[in-house]
């Protein structure tokens, strides 16, 4: 499919200071737009200044959240542009498409269509080593009607923000609610789907443990509530003298790239990692006993995010005494050396632009 362009008449100003850029609060000139229909499928894909789109009030996207989304990042190292994994990506929009009823893309092309929208914007990727440039694919449903039934028209665009250090006083370990009133999805549910919904199912969760003094929560299972899940946009891993852990891909989990990503590299290093059901009571008795030796939750925006502290029903867990594990800081410094380009990462991570 050609992409059409439309140039803009005069370009933004860009944002100097890296460490005032915050997240997801500036966008770039341009963004990528490509809409479905039953009769054409997917086409009109066209990168357009970046603005406001109009639609109807009775756009289906508005009622019934039928909208899934993507987030990844493009780095700078010098002249060199790298995005890593993007392949994954566009594979799990499709496996979010899938649960939501939205038709599927041709991977390959978005791929394509991204290495061409992020060519166009590279001025816009911070040349820092913590800076990058945040990219947000994603799909609305766009029907003007108001039955609940599948849409039969989408709008998928991509938005660039280019985002600050996500630790801007360098990695630092965080405090965890473990939430133990609400549930953020069941196996059956869209959890494993990077859908909208998941997230407005978890702001009420957020802000109670922030007034709490906690940054995150560590959702456990809806259905036995006592199997760890995963952390608000993270996945978790525990480390023990003998092992690494992870909560298997149990239906209700989102399966992380980042988390792939650490399993795949600790496994190749001839490290012992298992994917599988794990308790918070099993947690509690492992911390018990001295054997807990470090918690990191692993996601595109922090990479590897130190947990110090998970606190459990008046329990406080204090993790590895509320310092920065060693893995913990192995891996974040390997994975970041591998997404900025600083050393080569294993075939078809790094795809340079
Ligand atoms: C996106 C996301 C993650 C992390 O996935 P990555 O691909 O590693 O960025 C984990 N949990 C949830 C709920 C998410 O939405």
Redesign the pocket.
Known sequence: MNIKFEEREELKEKIKDVNNLGFGQYFTDYMFLMNYDEDTGWHDARIVPYDNISLPPSAMCLHYGQTIF???KAYRNGDKVFLFRPD??FK?MNRSNDRLCIPPIDEEFMVEALKKLIDLERDWIPDSKEASLYIRPFVIAIDPKLGVHPSGSYLLMIILSPSGPYYKDGLAPIKIYVEDKYV?TVKGGL?TA?AGG??AA?LKSQVEAEEKGFSQVLWIDGVNRKYIE??????IFFVTEDEIMTPELSGS?????????IIELLKSEGKKVVERRISIEEILTLHKEGKLLEIFG????AVISPVGELFYEGTEIIVNNGEIGEISNYLYNELTDIQWGRKKGPEGWQVEV
């Open positions: 993507e987030g990844l994954e990506n799990r953020r959890g990077k998941n997230y978890s995963e952390v608000g946009s993270m996945n989990i989102l399966p992380g790239i980042t988390r792939k990503s692993t996601g595109t925006a």
